[in-house]
């Protein structure tokens, strides 16, 4: 019997269910334990008044990690390759390969989706990558000028606007154009506003937690896994209706999501706290809800046979159901679990380092800080009353007083300094990190005494260390971008794809992927074991003089060289390929030659290159005889030019020093005549303030001799006046 819909509804909410149960229990708990010792938030074993440092071995690692994982690819375009199982599929095969890669880097951010899912490989254990068509409108503004009506009439397309017109005269050589009828001839400029739609192959990182997969699965490919889905935890209303879900409403969103929101996990930020999104109730377009992109296989049919099904639906209503070819979507970890679609993160392999690091840290701070600030032993009386002032001792600044009733009153409990001890153990501990990830001090060139601090022993230790890094890059590639590539692939052939048009090595190409098959065999061109860059240029440099001594004996052929010579160019970091070596033109390779004649050429090649190098070590002895010669004539001139200079220079000087001296004598002169006259007259001006003071003295003198004569004979006449009055 056909699968209803509510027997199919019924078997995803089962499905949901036994998927969400350990998800969003046991794993989500692993989770978030990992993102928060990754941002170094708190234990919850801190204590107030000691250290509450946090170890960082988990950032440490995860971001040393990380640069060398992304450089492996996105530093080539050609990470994974398609290879064709027939001569006739070549050509699709090369097209298949570069129009995925331009897919995935440049219509989707590639580089973006690597970073996102790798670091949440080495941070939550597992990423999550989905892959699916989707249908784009692209609004752009299209100039024009010049543009009679007809030409305007060409120009505009179904569901063009004109945003801007301006009309103006036409001007011809002989000024303003005129039709037939006399009449003017206006051209207009302005811009179009074009609508484009296009359906692309959208690739997109998601959340971890928003991946189900079935309980017992025990693969991290999911291409035949019975039971996959995604949720949409936030999907809007207006989502919906841009997907084409026309007939869903706010309710159907808001009203039967409780189970969703029961599984939702709360998300957790660098400060450690949490916070669930609210829906807005003022706007239905904006009403959230979680929707469901599931893939099951069920007999929808009822022919006995399971078909892979993708549903759309909200918690209990389905929104769309067709059968699909495969699951669109990838997970991976750094570290994999056999017989379990789950693996390992490098915060699993380093938490209890971290936690044992931490304790470490915090008792050799809370040492130290014991030992720069010991406790205080304090006496007490009787009667239990401290002899000296508390708050004095619970004030901590350097030089403070305390003040105490009785000498002795306080004694300072000396700790020792134990903390030298904990030295070997956190060395220890930090080992037995490096030997867990392979990320050592002496791969980040962090540790200037090491042993093996020669060139060879440094590269001993990055190709030693970087083995853990290329197995992670190992497992990325067959696990997550295998299957992405290979999707993507399936995508673009599905008939429904546009051709794709872009720019491809300096040229301008356009691939129709309905031409292609829709699988070929895939290689992974990283984690192949073969050393690092300089490693990989030696090793290609040695191929390339071997190629080019069998070129002649027909064991190279030229394109053999151009492909040694890509693979230089981009071990040296360099995509862009077709701008330093152009391909060779197809043909056969080359006819062997007779060992006894090649011998002879390459005799007659040596002589000739003796003779070469012996002429232009000729003509090298006689250019620096020539040069040695100019250069020591240059010297001597040179060398009279500055005695000359120097004699110029000797004589000026003392012309400035001799009018330097007749300067100072006749500057000596004048200060002395200035002198002499100041001299003088202070002489003249004291003589006759000396005048003028004997003049005011005699004056005065003559004054008072003056008035003592009057005197005088006034008291002689008062006297005779007296004498008269007695008389009568």
């Known amino acids: 019997m056909k699968l209803d819909d509510d027997e199919l509804l019924e078997l995803l909410r089962r499905k949901e269910d036994a998927a969400s149960s350990y998800v969003h229990g046991a794993l989500a708990q692993e989770r978030e334990q990992g993102l928060r010792e990754y941002y170094r938030m708190p234990y919850g074993n801190e204590e107030e008044g000691w250290s509450q440092i946090v170890a960082s071995d988990i950032q440490d690692t995860v971001e040393w990690v990380l640069p060398d994982l992304l450089d492996i690819f996105s530093s080539t375009d050609k990470a994974v390759e398609f290879e064709p199982n027939r001569q006739q599929d070549v050509k699709g095969a090369e097209q298949a390969m570069d129009g995925c890669n331009y897919v995935f880097y440049k219509q989707n951010n590639g580089f973006l989706v690597l970073y996102t899912a790798i670091k949440d490989m080495l941070t939550v254990k597992n990423c999550a990558i989905h892959w699916r068509p989707q249908d784009l409108e692209t609004v752009s503004s299209v100039p024009f000028k010049d543009a009679t009506p007809e030409m305007l009439a060409v120009m505009l397309q179904p569901g063009d606007e004109i945003e801007s017109a301006e009309q103006y005269p036409a001007q ?4 303003p154009v005129v039709d037939e009828y006399g009449n003017a001839v206006l051209l ?67 009203g039967g999501d409780e189970r969703a929101r029961s599984n939702r996990l709360e998300s957790v930020n660098r400060d450690g706290e949490t916070f669930i999104d609210s829906d807005d109730d003022a706007d239905d377009s904006m009403a959230e809800g979680c929707l469901r992109i599931e893939y099951v296989l069920a007999d929808a049919d009822g022919d006995g046979i399971a078909e892979r099904l993708c549903v759309y639906r909200l918690d209990n209503k389905i929104l ?11 997970t991976g970890s750094p570290i994999l679990n056999t017989h379990r679609w789950d693996g390992m993160s490098m915060a699993d392999v380093v938490a209890d380092l971290q936690m044992i690091h931490t304790e470490l840290l915090r008792q050799t701070f809370n040492n130290l800080y014991l030992t720069n600030n010991p406790r205080q032993a304090v006496l007490t009386d009787s009667a239990g009353t401290p002899l000296a002032n508390i708050d004095d001792l619970l004030d901590g600044r350097a030089g403070g007083i305390v003040r105490h009733s009785r000498e002795g009153a306080v004694t300072p409990l000396v700790t020792p300094f134990a903390a030298g001890a904990s030295m070997p153990m956190l060395e220890y501990i930090q080992g037995m990190r490096e030997n867990r990830t392979g990320v050592s001090r002496t791969s980040m060139g962090l540790n200037p005494d090491s042993l093996n601090n020669t060139a060879k022993g440094r590269q001993l230790d990055m190709t030693a260390s970087q083995k853990r890094i290329k197995l992670m890059a190992r497992i990325v590639a067959e696990v997550v971008l295998k299957p992405v590539f290979a999707g993507i692939l399936k995508v673009l052939t599905d008939g429904e794809m546009e051709k794709l048009a872009f720019r491809l090595r300096g040229e301008f190409v356009e691939y129709d992927p309905n031409e292609w098959r829709d699988q070929y065999d895939l290689t992974i061109n990283v984690g192949l074991g073969s050393g690092d860059g300089e490693a990989q240029i030696a090793k290609l440099t040695m191929i390339y003089q071997a190629q080019l001594a069998g070129l002649g004996m027909g064991l190279a052929h030229p394109s053999h060289i151009y492909h040694t010579q890509t693979k230089l160019t981009e071990a040296a970091g360099y995509k862009d390929v077709q701008n330093f070596w152009a391909e060779p033109p197809e043909g056969p390779m080359p006819p062997p030659q007779d060992p006894k004649m090649q011998i002879e050429q390459m005799r007659l090649q040596a002589e000739a290159q003796k003779f070469q190098a012996e002429h232009q070590m000729n003509a090298t002895i006689e250019q ?6 100019q250069q020591e004539s240059q010297m001597q001139l040179e060398l009279q030019a500055s005695n000359d200079a120097r004699d110029g220079q000797r004589e000026q000087f003392k012309a400035e020093q001799q009018a330097r001296i007749a300067q100072a004598q006749m500057d000596a002169q004048l200060r002395e005549a200035d002198i002499r006259a100041e001299t003088e007259r202070y002489k003249a001006d004291l003589d006759a303030q000396v005048r003028l003071s004997i003049a005011q003295m005699t004056a005065q003198t003559q004054r008072d001799s003056l008035v003592a004569a009057i005197n005088t004979d006034m008291q002689k006449m008062a006297a005779e006046q007296t004498d008269g009055d007695e008389a009568a």
Not at 172 to 175: L, N
Not at 214 to 220: A, F, G, N, Y
């Open 320 to 330: 769309k159901k067709e059968i699909v070819s495969h699951v669109p979507m990838a």
């Open 188 to 254: 207009t400029k302005g811009r179009i506003k074009r609508v484009e739609k296009k359906r692309i192959v959208k690739v997109e990182a998601f959340s971890p937690n928003d991946l189900l997969v079935e309980r017992d699965w025990t693969s991290p490919l999911l291409h035949d896994c019975p039971y996959v889905a995604r949720q949409i935890t936030n999907a809007t209303l207006s989502d919906l209706h841009l997907m084409g879900f026309k007939d869903v409403t706010a309710e159907d969103l808001r």
């Open 624 to 629: 620096l005889k020539a040069q040695a010669k």
């Open 172 to 175: 011809g050589p002989q000024g």
